[in-house]
């Protein structure tokens, strides 16, 4: 069974902290991951996923096998950052290709 | 950008009643789905459907849920007999490949009374 798990329900920080949303998952394969973000009264859309390697808005996430976590970090949060974040897990190949989502860390940051 | 759109965005009806929900995925894509957030709780994975078919479906999706695609763009998911418990945002997205990331609509909240 594939599990996502976000400790946090609700972060908040102060404009310019460094912030790091937790996450944590359960798979018996190689899995995808992905965070996702969905800013007030808008759509959830994709904010990083782990093989792109990427920065977004200054937001990275590494993969860790070992303790089966793929956080979230920005060294210098900004107060347009304040959104709901949702991590996910996707399997790798075949039919499992849907996503499973943690319940989500809803950040807020203050000025 | 293309998006999804979903319609619509808010729909209110009676316990028992039938609903369908209606979506339009982004033109070329290939591989659609719907997933439903029950308030404060996490967003779950519906079902997944391909080449016109259901490609795999979760345990919520039970004999009151359906999906079809009518015609080249509409998606869509019926509730035959709605219960309270229904209540809840569903989401429809799409994707061009297996493993590629997800578009997802705004959502249709739906209001069992």
């Known amino acids: 069974a594939q599990r996502v798990t976000q400790p946090e329900k609700l972060l908040s920080v102060f404009k310019g902290a460094p912030v790091e949303l937790k996450c944590n998952y359960s798979y018996s394969g190689s899995p995808e991951l992905f965070w996702y973000v969905q800013y007030s009264r808008q759509r959830l859309q994709l904010l990083l996923r782990h093989i792109s390697r990427e920065s977004i808005k200054g937001f990275t996430a590494d993969l860790n096998k070992g303790e089966t976590s793929f956080h979230l970090k920005k060294p210098f949060a900004q107060e347009e950052d304040s959104a709901m974040y949702y991590c996910?897990?996707?399997?790798?190949?075949?039919?499992?290709?849907?996503?499973?989502f943690g319940k989500g860390t809803l950040l807020t940051v203050n000025p | 950008e293309p998006e999804v759109t979903q319609t619509p965005s808010h729909q209110v009806t009676q316990m028992g009643q039938e609903v369908i929900l209606r979506c339009v995925p982004i033109?070329?894509?290939?591989?659609f789905y719907w997933y439903r957030q029950i308030l404060g709780q996490k967003v779950e994975f519906l079902v997944s459907f391909y080449n016109n078919e259901i490609s795999e479906k979760s345990e919520i999706f039970d004999d009151q849920f359906s999906v079809e695609r009518p015609d080249g763009s509409n998606f869509t998911l019926k509730i035959r007999s709605t219960k309270l418990e229904d209540s809840a945002m569903y989401f429809c997205a799409s994707s061009g490949r297996p493993n590629e990331p997800l578009h997802f609509g705004n959502g249709t909240r739906l209001t069992v009374t």
């Open positions: 033109s070329n894509h290939l591989y």
């Open positions: 996910a897990l996707s399997g790798i190949g075949g039919s499992n290709y849907k996503l499973t």
